[in-house]
């Protein structure tokens, strides 16, 4: 479980991005014969805008479920999280998630992977060189 995670802006500028305010996830038991999970437990956290953070953790510490909330796919238990500074409600809009598991599309590069949101919503081409930017920022190669 992630609990008490905490950081500093390491990058980007001072506009706070993603903020994690006291964040608590908790899935309850499938039955009666056992306990509830709590996946991450106040969890503040602030990620500036443009700011690279990696969150590194054993399976099933609470790391997608951390990426679940701030793309606005999981409401947290407790607590709460803004995107520039407005309250996360339902999905959010202003980013773009991929999931971990298989659902990259092996015929498409990853830019073409990285922009499908965009192409779906008819935004392709505003998006795509920012896109590019960010990707080219964060490349190991």
């Known amino acids: 479980m992630l609990a008490n ?4 802006n390491c990058g980007g500028d001072e506009t706070i991005a993603v903020k ?3 964040v608590t996830c ?3 038991a499938r039955d ?8 991450v437990k106040d969890v503040t956290l602030d990620v500036a805008n443009g700011e690279f953070l990696s969150i590194v953790g054993p399976t099933g510490c609470g790391k997608s479920t ?3 909330v701030a793309a ?3 409401e947290p238990s407790y607590g709460s999280i803004q995107i520039f500074g407005e309250s996360l409600r339902g999905l959010n809009t202003s980013a773009g998630y991929l999931f971990q598991s298989d659902t990259l599309m092996p015929w498409r ?3 073409e992977n990285v922009t499908t949101g965009l192409e779906i919503r ?3 081409r505003e998006g795509t060189s920012g896109a590019r930017a960010t990707m080219a920022r964060t490349s190991r190669s």
């Open 122 to 124: 008819g935004r392709s």
């Open 26 to 28: 908790e899935f309850p």
């Open 109 to 111: 590069t990853a830019l």
């Open 20 to 22: 994690f305010d006291a």
């Open 72 to 74: 606005g796919l999981l």
């Open 66 to 68: 951390l990426l679940n």
């Open 32 to 39: 009666e014969k056992t306990e509830g999970y709590i996946a």
């Open 5 to 8: 995670v905490k950081t500093q």
